[in-house]
């Protein structure tokens, strides 16, 4: 039995050998990294929240507002469109596609529905008491 078992271990010691020769070695790859800033078009370059959507578009809470980026740029949503307070804390996404967003220092929470047609509907505030 010892032959046996001796004979299965070499010929299993040979088989992964063979595979790893065979195999080649793993070659490592370079992802591709890219830094953004403000020269970018992100309004600022402190941020507090990074949130991927269901479309998949990353939204970023700014200390300036909100800002979307699509892969090529940014669409930035701040005071002049009706955000507010600008300092976002947090972002997060319902199952009808709005996201809701939290402000920082009072500024309770922000509904917001990117697919609407009328500017003064884009953002409805609920104060936090």
């Known amino acids: 039995m010892s032959i046996r078992r001796t004979g299965l271990a ?5 088989f992964v050998s063979l595979t790893l020769a065979f195999a080649g070695a793993p070659r490592a790859e370079r992802l591709p990294i890219r830094n953004y ?3 970018h078009g992100l309004p600022a370059d402190t941020v ?6 269901s479309r998949g578009f990353l939204w970023f809470g700014t200390r300036v507002g909100l800002s ?16 507010p307070v600008e300092v976002i ?7 009808t596609g709005v996201y809701w967003v939290a402000m920082w220092g009072g500024g309770g929470v922000v509904r917001f529905d990117p697919r609407s047609t009328d500017p003064a509907r ?3 505030s ?3 008491g």
């Open 10 to 14: 070499s010929r299993l010691v040979c």
């Open 37 to 39: 800033g403000i020269g």
């Open 48 to 53: 507090s929240r990074v949130f991927q959507v």
């Open 68 to 83: 979307r980026f699509d892969g090529h740029g940014f669409v930035n949503y701040g005071a002049k469109e009706g955000l």
């Open 89 to 95: 804390v947090d972002i997060a996404e319902d199952p």
């Open 122 to 124: 884009l953002f409805t």
């Open 126 to 128: 609920y104060p936090l």
